[in-house]
């Protein structure tokens, strides 16, 4: 079959290259300009382990190409899948725009016997209510004249291309046809086993729970951490050490939860529950509590400097790491974002220094972009993001000897017994 892919980001860019190298021509559909061109040239306009040569290979193998026609590219496909952001609004619900309009595009272009996949995060029942009546604008009825199947990407950033090959795939299917269809197409990419559930609302709230299980369980860590600090106990120690167990896994305590999926996703099943008379008590909680770190963390930037004898409104701060997480160039969502708003706002300067995200996107964060020696030169030193490249930093390199590591990714014994003065995410504050 032809497949037109809408959406070349994170993930439909990945997903296009290993259909196109699997043999498929694939047309992928974007509106950037700078991305389509460099899409075409065989370049990854994104960071990402293993995609640049993926790309160049597709584009080489003359099946894969980057076009801003949607209509078109829908009438020449057999499958089309969306793969296309869905961003949170300032109500904390689901921004389907994206979703809606791609979905009118792809209508446009529909044909008897096509498939429509989506791939892209919404809230439960989305498919069934919201993308399928779009569909059938067409004048073609889901199920009898065309197939719809939804299944969620699940593959971790900074691993995307082994994960999207090897981890276990979700289908859910309008019908039976639809789901088989759509399974026999994704073992052209990965070898993972693929679970084909009842239906589409099933995929759509396998997708949501698995996200809305780590955000949960990383407040379980925060709030633990934050206990830990006051009573002077090593969270990270005894976190590590309950993990022994068998049946415990609780996950990393840190400045909070970025990214466009666990800050996220929680919220989408809040939305639903309500609309349905119900309530999330549990995911509102832990939401609140993730999103409650930056200030936390403040005031572990204001504790430091108390001890300096300084003020926060009269101090610089230099920030090291704006990405959501460590080895990503993506900053959506980022922790560091309010954090900088917060320091801002009580009177501090704020540099940020990250070696994969712009100095552009660093401004747009509100900070001052820095190199590594000028934030290593600030009144307090503050760890947000654990990049490989910040792994050698060494109390000496802090010139001011105040340090704020809301990370467990530094071998934090080099820090006792020093002049410097150290508080940490989960660290004995005393
Ligand atoms: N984080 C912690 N402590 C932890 C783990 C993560 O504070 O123990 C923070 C990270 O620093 C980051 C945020 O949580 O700010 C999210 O990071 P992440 O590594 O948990 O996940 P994402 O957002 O990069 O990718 C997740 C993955 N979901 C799951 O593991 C269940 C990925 O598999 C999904 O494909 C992706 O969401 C998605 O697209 O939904």
Redesign the pocket.
């Known amino acids: 079959p032809k497949i037109a892919i809408y959406g070349l980001g994170?993930?439909g860019l990945p997903t296009a290259a290993l259909f196109a190298t699997s043999g498929l021509k694939v047309t992928g559909v974007a509106r950037n300009k700078k991305r389509l061109e460099l899409i075409n040239q065989g370049k990854s306009p994104i960071e990402e382990p293993g995609l640049d040569e993926l790309v160049a290979k597709a584009v080489s193998m003359e099946n894969l190409k980057a076009t801003d026609k949607g209509e078109a590219s829908a009438e020449e496909a057999d499958v089309m899948i969306v793969i296309v952001p869905t961003p949170m609004d300032k109500f904390k619900r689901a921004d389907l725009d994206a979703v809606k309009s791609t979905c009118k595009t792809i209508s446009k272009g529909l044909k008897k016997g096509n498939l429509v996949i989506i791939e892209s995060?919404v809230p439960q029942g989305t498919c069934q209510n919201i993308v399928i009546p779009i569909l059938e604008e067409s004048g073609l009825k889901a199920g009898d004249d065309f197939g719809v199947a939804y299944t969620?990407?699940?593959?971790?950033?900074?691993n995307t291309l082994y994960?999207m090959t090897h981890?276990a795939r979700v289908i859910g299917g309008i019908d039976d046809e639809s789901a088989d269809m759509a399974i026999t197409l994704y073992q052209r990419i990965t070898e993972g086993e693929i679970i084909k559930v009842s239906n589409l609302i099933t995929a759509e709230t396998v997708?949501l729970i698995?996200?809305t299980?780590?955000?949960v369980?990383?407040a379980l860590?925060?709030e633990i951490a934050m206990i830990c600090e006051g009573i002077g106990v090593d969270a990270i120690e005894a976190i590590n050490t309950a993990n022994h167990h068998p049946r415990v896994n609780i996950?990393?305590?840190?400045?909070?939860?970025?990214?466009?999926?666990?800050?996220i996703?929680p919220y989408f099943i809040v939305e639903t529950a309500e609309e349905h008379g119900m309530e999330a008590p549990i995911i509102r909680t832990c939401r609140n509590t993730?999103e409650g770190m930056p200030n936390h963390v403040t005031k572990l930037i204001i504790d430091a400097l108390t001890e300096a004898g300084k003020n926060l409104r009269d101090s610089t701060i230099g920030i090291l790491g704006v990405a959501?997480?460590?080895n990503?160039d993506d900053a959506r969502?980022?922790?560091a974002e309010p954090l900088i708003r917060i320091l801002k706002e009580k009177g501090a300067d704020v540099y940020a220094h990250d070696p994969l995200v712009s100095d552009n996107q660093i401004e747009d964060l509100g900070a001052i972009p820095s190199d590594y020696e000028v934030a290593l030169g600030c009144d307090c030193v503050v760890l947000v993001?654990?990049h490989d490249f910040y792994k050698d930093i060494r109390p000496e390199m802090i010139k001011n000897k105040v340090f704020v590591c809301t990370?467990s990714i530094l071998n934090l014994d080099d820090y006792k017994n020093n002049t410097l003065i150290f508080k940490g995410v989960g660290k004995p504050n005393n």
Not at 152 to 158: G, K, L, Q, V
Not at 254 to 259: I, L, R
């Open positions: 994170y993930i995060t969620p990407e699940r593959a971790i950033p900074n994960e981890n997708k698995e996200n299980f780590r955000d369980n990383i860590a925060n996950h990393t305590p840190g400045p909070g939860v970025g990214g466009h999926c666990l800050a996703d993730n959501y997480k460590g990503v969502e980022t922790p993001t654990e990370r």
